[in-house]
């Protein structure tokens, strides 16, 4: 969508919230060149995970060490 300044000044909110909902940009054309109005892509919290290596491990050596310096709650 294309607007002038003036019909984006006198729509501010409801242009926003469309932005918003659609997420579509918003052009404002003034003096021939285009701003735009776009909504902020947060990245998901998957995409930050860093990968860690894994190394083996018998089931002894996992039962007999102690977490409790490794394990780090979620808050």
Do not use: Q
């Amino acid at each position: 969508m294309t607007v002038t300044p003036s019909k984006f000044r006198s729509n501010l909110y409801r242009l926003l919230d469309s932005v918003l909902l659609s997420n579509e940009p918003l052009e404002i054309n003034r003096n021939g060149k285009k701003l735009l109005v776009v909504p902020e892509h947060k990245k998901s919290r998957i995409s930050s995970i860093i990968p860690k290596k894994i190394s083996c491990a018998s089931d002894k050596e996992l039962i007999d060490t102690d977490w409790d310096d490794e394990w780090k709650p979620f808050i």
